[in-house]
């Protein structure tokens, strides 16, 4: 393995502990699928910026890449909207879908333009 190789590989790791982290911080402070909603907005405002800022490729991969990547949580989406689901029925669940993609959607675009606009 070559440096460059190596140094994005790390960048990516310290960047996703951090984000790792960070997200158990959150859901110790925030109960249940708000931590969920409050981690993927946060995070893809967070990515937002970091797309449409002028950055360089080694603050992507450690902020982009590795700690929104782990902020950021997919698979527990998953959980909770099938939980809602479960517990409560379809509308609940598609209203806990549909209500963490608009937030991340938004934040992102809101990370966007504080950053100084929408990323290419």
Do not use: Q, W
């Not at 190596?6 to 859901?27: E, N, P």
């Not at 989406?77 to 209203?95: I, K, L, N, P, Q």
Request: aromatic fraction near 6%.
């Amino acid at each position: 393995m070559t440096a460059e190789p190596f140094l994005a590989t790390a960048l990516v790791g310290v960047g996703g502990a951090l984000g790792a982290i960070s997200r158990h911080a959150v859901a110790l402070r925030v109960e249940g699928g708000r931590s969920i909603l409050a981690v993927n907005a946060l995070g893809s405002f967070a990515l937002g910026a970091v797309a449409a800022a002028p950055v360089g490729s080694a603050a992507t991969l450690l902020f982009g890449v590795g700690f929104c990547g782990a902020f950021t949580t997919f698979s527990s989406f998953a959980v909770g909207t099938v939980r809602a689901a479960s517990e409560t029925g379809g509308r609940a669940a598609a209203a806990v879908a549909a209500s963490n993609l608009a937030a991340a959607l938004v934040a992102f675009l809101l990370g966007s333009i504080a950053a100084g606009g929408l990323p290419n």
